[in-house]
């Protein structure tokens, strides 16, 4: 009982104000107090400061009480000061509820060393105790009290004036006023004997005080709880000194004492993590003779523990969401971005609502709106980067469905409105299925304008897959136009006859109505508008109208093929369609003219697109008709004038021919009987000279028959053209050859040349 309480706690202590007044920097403090298990107590904690004259024991006291290292005076000595400025330390014992008490040992009063400076720096420390302390122990000798200066009244006046200054300003808790009686000796004069004594002075001392008018009725019990304890002489008592010892210390740390000190009731709700910046706040304000205004201070405190804890929040907040932010830098789809960032935002603000809810609430409030503000901000900015990386690929998803659901042959789809449809809508669900499992929760995000915009882009692209499907469909259109309708004209044009006009004109309207019927079927799976079905239908008629002239005009390049083998069908073939054989009584002037008239009506059935009843009679290229829409001309009357002019030239020399063959016939049929006979008499000896000769027999029958055959195939005049050239060529060979014997060329002399 007569050692110094042992300690299983750090017993550093911390010099939070030197003898200079300067305050210990807020870094520096913490760094010194993070063994203490401190910072992080929340309200669970308690401040105990102890005030007194000057090598009163104050230390010593403390040392006992709570276990803390205090430096104590070495009497041997003599009576100098020890503690300078304010020291704090942890106790060992804790309260009953396992909370921390810190304990002030301030510099004692009245102290030789600082002279006449005194009184105002025991003003400023004081003030600093009672800003901070729930507890201000009065440490004062038993022969004191009723003294002045060694009763410390001096020293209370100055605690109420500040006290009242403080309350007046916040209106807060009471302070609790332990005054401790050291060296009583109780038979010599009671305690409650000396407990009437300070009452009364504290009394008096109030009345004393010029008050603000809403105080002025107002007593000291108001403003403060006083409790008494005695301690009996160190040395002379020793026994009963620790016993008093250890009875004061259970009233600091039994709960369940009737007198128990440390209350709810005198807590000044500082937080722990913020007690070191708030002291030194407080301080600073001492020091500089401003009026304390606590609840300022303790709104300035707010700001600033409120500040470092949303940093701190918000640090692992980035830290958390570190790599998600660099996935999206990288243009990465970031998967379950919603769950990410709203766990990483609600452990944000659970972060920092805890220890935060323990300062000025306003301040807190407004604080955590900040930090909210700037988390929904960073993750803000990450989803408009999502919501960009998802459009994009949106756009792409898009692309590919279209692209599978698209017919694989190239041809036009059947209903795109039911494709577009299916196609849309997965998109627009690929993006919110996304978009949404990308929001915050709780937040007021919108993808909104990212959809619009996504819609936008589908729609253009949508359009222009439209308009190629439409036009793959009016091509398809087109070739089945040219399938059903032009291939068969093939077989009429290649024989055209007067009446083709009438049946291409019935295929031509069957054909197209039933292509109107399908294309208007086609249409309706393409929701297009009754003014947009209307186009592509007339779009229908004008494809067909142009693919029939364009027909009729690649026809009418092989017109004069056409119109020659019509000819040589009408002139040069019977009825029988033999090679005509031409008569000496056949009028081949009246046959040629027929067929050139005949064959010229080809002109006029090409030269319009006869698609009405009434263009049959039209005569178009005899200048008869002059309001003909040139949409239906196919051959221009000058184009038609060219052919007309070359057929009449090349059909010239089937005219003559025919001529040349008639003379022949008439030359051969003119030989009179009696001629023939008499060659038969006097050739009788070559006949039977061919008849009993094989070779002479074989070669007379060949050129029998091949006479024969030209004659029956009405080649006598072409063969005896060939015969008389032969025979001319010859001619004139032989002629060269007599005059080169008639007249040689004279052989050089070389010895002339010589």
């Known amino acids: 009982m007569g050692d110094t309480p042992k300690t299983e706690v750090n017993n550093k202590l911390v010099q939070i104000i030197d003898g200079d007044g300067q305050f210990t920097p807020v870094d520096n403090l913490r760094e010194q107090i993070k063994d203490w298990d401190f910072l992080n107590k929340g309200f669970d904690y308690f401040v105990v400061a102890i005030l007194g004259c000057q ?87 038993h022969t004191d009290v009723g003294r002045y200066n060694a009763g410390n009244i001096a020293l209370l006046k100055t605690v109420f004036e500040l006290n009242l200054q403080l309350f007046s300003k916040k209106g807060g808790t009471k302070t609790l006023i332990l005054f401790l009686i050291r060296d009583h000796i109780p038979r010599e004069t009671p305690l409650e004997k000396l407990k009437g004594i300070i009452l009364k002075d504290m009394s008096n001392i109030w009345e004393s005080l010029i008050k603000p008018p809403e105080f002025v009725n107002s007593k000291a019990e108001d403003f403060f709880d006083f409790q008494f304890t005695a301690l009996p002489h160190k040395v002379l008592a020793e026994d009963e000194f620790y016993k008093g010892i250890d009875a004061l210390r259970s009233r600091f740390v039994d709960a369940h004492s009737p007198e128990f000190i440390l209350g709810k009731e005198y807590h000044k709700d500082v937080p722990a993590d913020g007690f070191v910046p708030y002291a030194e706040n ?33 640090r692992h907040f980035d830290e958390t969401m570190a790599s998600t932010r660099k996935s999206l830098e990288k243009g990465e789809l970031v998967q379950n971005f919603g769950p990410t960032a709203t766990e990483a935002y609600q452990n944000a603000l659970v972060e920092y609502d805890g220890p935060s809810s323990r300062y000025h609430p306003d301040v807190a409030k407004n604080k955590r709106e900040v930090l909210a503000n700037k988390l929904n901000d960073d993750l803000y900015a990450m989803f408009q980067k999502l919501l960009l990386r998802l459009l994009e690929r949106s756009v792409t998803f898009f692309e590919k469905q ?112 039933k292509l109107s019927q399908f294309l208007q079927d086609r249409l309706q799976g393409y929701e297009l508008s009754e003014e947009e079905t209307v186009e592509r239908l007339e779009e229908l008629q004008m494809n067909s109208f142009t693919q029939l002239k364009e027909k009729f005009q690649e026809k009418a390049k092989y017109l004069p093929f056409l119109m020659s083998k019509k000819f040589e069908q009408l002139f040069n073939l019977d009825e ?140 006598l005049g072409p063969a005896q053209s060939i015969l008389q050239g032969l025979f001319r060529t010859s001619l004139k060979g032989a002629q060269v050859m007599i005059q080169k014997q008639l007249n040689p060329t004279p052989t050089p002399d070389p010895k002339k040349d010589n």
């Open 55 to 141: 090598s009163s024991g104050k230390s010593t006291l403390l040392n006992y009480l709570f276990g803390t290292s205090f430096q104590t005076m070495e009497a041997q000595e003599g009576r100098t000061q020890t503690t300078l400025g304010v020291w704090m330390g942890r106790s060992k014992a804790k309260s009953a509820k396992d909370e921390t008490i810190l304990v002030f040992d301030v510099e004692g009063t009245d102290s030789r060393e600082r002279g006449e400076q005194a009184a105002m720096f025991e003003r400023k420390t004081s003030l600093f105790s009672l800003a901070l302390a729930e507890v201000l122990i009065v440490n004062m000798w």
């Open 576 to 715: 029988n369609q033999l090679p005509r054989r031409w008569k000496p009584t056949d009028d081949i002037k009246s046959f040629f003219l027929t067929a050139r008239e005949k064959t010229e009506s080809l002109l006029e059935q090409f030269s319009l697109l006869r698609l009405q009843d009434e263009h049959d009679s039209l005569k178009y290229l005899d200048n008869s008709t002059s309001d003909v829409d040139d949409k239906f001309v196919i051959l221009t009357r000058d184009e038609a004038q060219v052919i007309k002019d070359k057929f009449y030239k090349d059909t010239q020399s089937n005219y003559l021919q025919a001529l040349r063959d008639q003379e022949n016939v008439n030359s051969v049929s003119s030989i009179p009987a009696f001629v023939i006979i008499l060659i038969l008499i006097l050739g009788f000896d070559e006949f039977w000279a061919i008849l009993t000769s094989p070779l002479l027999l074989i070669l007379t029958v060949m050129l029998g028959g091949g006479f024969y055959v030209v004659y029956m195939m009405n080649m």
């Open 282 to 314: 407080i301080w600073q304000v001492v020091k500089e003779n401003k009026d304390l205004d606590l609840p300022t201070q303790k709104e300035m405190l707010a700001m600033y523990r409120c500040d470092e804890i949303s940093a701190e929040a918000k």
């Open 402 to 513: 279209l692209a599978d659901a698209l017919p694989k042959d190239g041809s036009a789809v059947l209903e795109f409105g039911k494709l577009k449809e299916e196609v849309v809508n997965a998109t627009l669900k690929y993006f919110r299925d996304i978009a949404q499992g990308s929001l915050l929760s709780g937040s007021n995000w919108s993808y909104e304008q990212e959809e619009r915009e996504l819609v936008q882009i589908i729609n253009k692209q949508i359009a222009v897959v439209k308009k190629v499907q439409l036009e793959k469909l009016m091509k398809e259109i087109k070739t089945q136009f040219n399938t059903t309708v032009l291939k068969p004209l093939d077989k009429i044009l290649e024989n055209p006859v007067p009446e083709m006009w009438s049946q291409i004109r019935d295929n031509f309207k069957a054909g197209k109505e």
